[in-house]
């Protein structure tokens, strides 16, 4: 990584075949510990096959835990955090572009930087998100979401961590099990005086939703996840807002849009009325 030193952190669940697929991707280059929250012995024996150390987390940690877990056992404190999903693919070349465009002269107070994320049938994938708020939520409602912002955060598929900014902001938030664990520790980076950019010139493939999760738990994660989010930074008040903008934006389109968005805009305002957190609890019961 020329200059600056790079440790990747794979948070895996089962999927054997896919972590196999983003190790390869590294080609051995890079340093890399792969906590697994499924305890699966194929899950070890692939990182160990790629020459990864592998940790073991006991239990379903989330990845905010499984992050933390690899946080605390780096020998290394001078080197940079890769943060890697197991369903993305990047090469060392991206990774070296991410690392050089991370500490450039005027990127002093750069926290971290993402890639440009393609899927596997070429498309591009959004990377730059506005942080989540009660009034970005109202402006989505009436049809007002695309205006611009200039708070924004990174998805967190493939994410460079600054270790400077990791030492000043601390660890991810475990209240975050899935979803919003990169949109609130980069909000408290903010909080703190760092930034967030993408960096135009390093590209990964990523499969997205890339685990044997159906599509609709993994939707109710992500509102659970916003939920929590909303709550901790605009406390009670400001989820009441939040949702009841989330309600009747999707009630809106459940009433304009046909066949299956139609479905999944009801399904949505039905989530959003008996609360996202609620629904995800039950499921797990």
């Not at 983003?22 to 096959?49: K, M, P, Q």
């Not at 807002?241 to 934006?249: M, Q």
């Not at 849009?257 to 039950?282: D, N, S, V």
Request: positive net charge.
């Amino acid at each position: 990584m020329g200059a600056w030193r790079v440790h990747g952190v794979v948070v895996a669940f089962h999927a054997p075949g896919q972590l196999s697929r983003c190790l390869s991707g590294l080609e051995r280059r890079i340093a890399v510990t792969v906590v697994d929250n499924s305890s699966s012995s194929d899950v070890a024996a692939v990182a160990r096959r790629h020459g990864a150390n592998y940790v073991d987390a006991g239990a379903n940690r989330g990845f905010a835990g499984g992050v933390n877990i690899a946080l605390s056992r780096l020998v290394d404190q001078s080197a940079d955090v890769l943060l890697l999903n197991p369903d993305a693919v990047v090469t060392p070349s991206s990774v070296a572009a991410l690392a050089q465009f991370l500490h450039l002269p005027e990127h002093g107070r750069l926290a971290a930087t993402a890639p440009r994320l393609v899927g596997t049938d070429g498309v591009e994938q959004r990377v730059s998100w506005p942080f989540p708020s009660p009034r970005r939520m109202w402006a989505e409602a009436v049809g007002l979401g695309r205006l611009p912002t200039r708070q924004i955060f990174l998805a967190g598929a493939v994410l460079l961590l600054r270790r400077e900014a990791v030492l000043d902001v601390g660890p991810f938030d475990e209240r975050f099990f899935l979803y919003a664990e990169e949109a609130d520790w980069q909000r408290r980076a903010r909080e703190r005086g760092w930034a967030s950019a993408l960096c135009p010139d390093a590209v990964a493939e990523h499969v997205g939703g890339g685990t044997s999760m159906h599509a609709s738990r993994r939707e109710t994660l992500f509102h659970a996840a916003q939920e929590t989010y909303i709550r901790k930074w605009y406390g009670r008040s400001g989820w009441l807002a939040y949702r009841v903008a989330a309600c009747l934006g999707a009630a809106a389109r459940a009433l304009v849009l046909r066949h299956e968005r139609r479905k999944e805009a009801a399904r949505r305002t039905l989530l959003y009325l008996r609360g996202p957190r609620r629904c995800a609890t039950l499921r797990m019961e």
